[in-house]
């Protein structure tokens, strides 16, 4: 049974930092992409980024590019999302994802695993 537990969310003012952390249990992160997937009230999830496993490559939804940053440590099992300069529309539950992705990892059904979110809340 594979589990994925997300952590470091929170409430922060508009231009604060936080890093969210997603732990897997279970078997590792391995050969799998991860990702993250954002949901606000009243909305869709949306993507946010991705990491693939086999080269690293990352990619970032427009709405956060240069703000977020994804990472991952293998040793850990543990993928991160740096996320700077934060504004009141990046408030959401954040998700994330894993899998053997086969496919456009912006796509969240291509995900195989969830976690089961945390809250991101950011004041103006």
């Known amino acids: 049974q594979v589990q994925l537990v997300e952590s470091g969310g929170g409430l922060v003012q508009a231009g604060d930092s936080l890093r969210l952390s997603c732990a897997a249990s279970?078997?590792?992160?391995?050969?799998?992409?991860t990702g993250w997937f954002r949901q606000a009230p009243g909305k869709e999830r949306e993507f946010a980024s991705a990491?693939?496993?086999?080269?690293?490559?990352?990619s970032y939804a427009d709405s956060v590019k240069g703000r977020f940053t994804i990472s991952r440590d293998n040793a850990k099992n543990t993928v991160y999302l740096q996320m700077n300069n934060l504004k009141p529309e990046d408030t959401a539950v954040y998700y994330c994802?894993?899998?053997?992705?086969?496919?456009?990892?912006?796509?969240?059904?291509?995900?195989?695993?969830w976690g089961q979110g945390t809250q991101v809340t950011v004041s103006s």
């Open positions: 994802a894993a899998g053997p992705i086969i496919g456009d990892l912006t796509l969240s059904p291509n995900y195989r695993y």
């Open positions: 279970g078997r590792t992160f391995g050969r799998w992409s």
């Open positions: 990491v693939t496993w086999s080269d690293g490559i990352t």
